[in-house]
DNA sequence: CTAACGTTTGTCCAATTGGTCAAAAAAATG
DNA sequence: CATTTTTTTGACCAATTGGACAAACGTTAG
């Protein structure tokens, strides 16, 4: 029996690899997983389907890596909350965070929100581990504001589920949000009008006084 | 040349159409337009695929039926949004009417979040056109609320995409929400516990007193 | 230069899939 | 019951798609 040669890569293969994620996210974030085709993915990184299929050896390879990658950079304005500080600016600056991302990041957006709407076949694994982990452990921290009284006393988790929601919904559904607001309403600046409506909601809510 | 009969609907007609679109519902909404096939809808509604044929045209025409017959319902709570009474009760209960809709439809749900976030390539006309007017209108409705001062000043468009994308979120996301809130908290108790944690932030926000 | 290794391509294949069609089977109609 | 119309099916097809493979082409180290 041969043992697995560990064969570190190629300065090619480190390069190619990359052309092929950056192209394959493009598809995958647009088509779903089985609506993108190796092929639209091959030419969108400008080589051949055999060639992409030297540097990858599935369709699902290339999900799966693109994935794991996906979730360290999705998770990381959650992980940079922090105890420090005033619990509401540490919150807004989150929610800002988290608003940049989507607009900065709108592909990865989708992509993820195409894996959990066909209900996580590819990364279960991710959500129950890393993600639930670090979502259990800011749901702690956000709990202790509230014991403190430095907020007011209501549910940690639903709190960054509707801020996930409100956040990544301008990417996830940006042909719609831009269709409503127009064209003088929908252009880059919606963003700011986003953040300027997420903060005064979450901080003050509705109701004058 | 021959004037197209409108030749009315035989009593089977109506039946085996209405239990396509239910089992294409199930299966759209599950793996997306590209991800269904024919045969699976077929299947999911006991017949044979020639046989689905022969009462829909193509797949296409199957998701648009959907599609058309969806945005009347999806649209429905906020249709209902109306200029009598208490602003703030008003809201509310669009918040709990959303909520419902996505606990008791979420596969109409899904299919619609699916649409959008490929772009609504089948349902664009829609979108301009039913949706935003309706939109538009509920809009304004809010902003007399808040120039007669009985609710902060803030924006109408921005608000209603927050309560879309929350309340929409526990259907969506569903794998997620009960992934992250385990076993203990995820069941359907969640969505009281969502209705509770959402009418709390968007009337009083964060900040205590 | 040349052997060894890495990269690329053309060709091919089997499975899946959307859709057609003619003929059989069932219903409805008179 | 006989005829017409509707419904169902089996067989078929062409296009798409994920992937295999061997041969050709490049690159690089000795």
């Known amino acids: 029996m ?5 064969r570190r890569r190629t300065r090619i293969q480190t390069e190619k690899r990359e052309l092929i994620l ?8 647009q088509h779903g997983f089985r609506g993108a085709t190796i092929d639209q993915i091959a030419d969108g990184a400008g080589m051949s389907k055999p060639n992409l299929l030297y540097y990858f050896r599935s369709k699902e390879e290339i999900h799966i890596t693109l994935m794991q990658r996906l979730l360290t950079t999705w998770l990381a ?4 909350l922090d105890d420090v ?19 900065d990041y709108p592909r990865e957006s989708r992509l993820f929100a195409n894996e959990i709407l066909q209900g996580a076949p590819r990364i279960m694994p991710m959500i129950e581990g890393e993600l639930k982990t670090l979502v259990d452990e800011k749901a702690e921290v956000i709990s202790g504001w509230m014991r403190s ?11 960054i589920f509707s801020i996930w929601a409100t956040t990544q919904h301008y990417a996830d559904f940006d042909v719609q949000v831009r269709t409503v607001l127009g064209p003088l ?9 986003a953040a300027r409506f997420l903060e005064q909601i979450f901080v003050d809510g509705l109701q004058p006084d």
Chains 1, 2 share one sequence.
């Open 22 to 29: 950056d192209a394959a996210l493009e598809i995958f974030s």
């Open 77 to 80: 304005p959650l992980r940079e």
């Open 149 to 159: 009284g430095r907020i007011i006393h209501t549910d940690p988790y639903h709190l």
């Open 185 to 193: 309403r929908g252009g880059e600046e919606r963003f700011e009008d």
């Open 85 to 103: 500080g005033d619990p509401i600016s540490e919150l807004r600056s989150y929610i800002r965070r988290k608003l940049e991302m989507a607009r």
């Open 2 to 6: 041969e043992a697995e040669k560990p």
